[in-house]
């Protein structure tokens, strides 16, 4: 059974306080982790897609990592737009369909 | 620029009660899925349809039927409303391998 957990659950940081969120997963044969950005009222966002151990992908302030075991979001010097809940999720050669963790809730204070 | 359209946005049921939540994608995709959200527990699979006539099973499938109309549309019905099923429904859709797409959810409350 694929499994992903995400952390810290809620994380609070002052504008232009770099962090990194964190993305731990267990899968039977990975075919993509995927982070997604979700906003209250709204539906998940895609960011990024990360498919093998060493990738990286970036985007504005954001940088999404995978290792053999997690991937980190790396957000820099974040502004208060950042401010949201990031989603993990895992594809793995099972059935279809993404397997989620419960998310970072990240506020950034301007 | 629609993507991914889910109607009704808000609905209210009495234990019981059916109803049909709806979704379209404009974007040519070939695999369609429905997932419930609820508060602590992330997004969780309930059915999926990975091409037109075909659908399968998820993780939370029970009390749900979906129907594959046609490439475009993919709708989830509930036959007999639960209050467990209150939930926030969301419904994506993708090419194999690719990101999944969202819709903005149907948010439904069973009272």
């Known amino acids: 059974e694929d499994q992903v957990t995400q952390s810290p659950e809620a994380l609070r940081l002052q504008e232009g306080e770099s962090s990194s969120l964190n993305c731990s997963y267990t899968?039977?044969?990975?075919?993509?982790l995927f982070w997604y950005r979700q906003d209250p009222g709204k539906g998940p966002e895609f960011l990024f897609t990360l498919y093998s151990a060493g990738e990286e992908k970036e985007k504005e302030r954001l940088k999404a990592t995978l290792t053999k075991k997690e991937s980190f979001l790396h957000i820099t010097a974040p502004k208060p737009e950042d401010s949201a809940t990031y989603l993990c999720a895992v594809e793995g050669g099972g059935a279809d369909g993404l397997t989620f963790g419960k998310g970072t809730h990240l506020i950034i204070q301007p | 620029n629609a993507g991914v359209t889910q109607t009704p946005k808000f609905q209210v049921l009495k234990t019981g009660q059916s109803m049909t939540l709806q979704c379209a994608q404009d974007m040519n995709h070939n695999s369609m899925y429905w997932y419930r959200q609820d508060p602590g527990m992330g997004l969780r699979l309930i059915y999926y349809?990975?091409?037109?006539?075909?659908?399968d099973k998820g993780e939370v499938p029970n009390g749900y039927n979906v129907s594959r109309l046609n490439k475009r549309e993919f709708s989830l019905r509930l036959e007999s409303a639960a209050p467990s099923q209150t939930s926030v429904y969301f419904c994506?859709?993708?090419?194999?391998?690719?990101?999944?797409?969202f819709g903005d959810g149907t948010r439904l409350s069973i009272l």
């Open positions: 349809s990975a091409s037109e006539g075909t659908t």
């Open positions: 994506a859709s993708s090419d194999r391998g690719q990101p999944q797409h």
């Open positions: 899968v039977s044969g990975l075919r993509g």
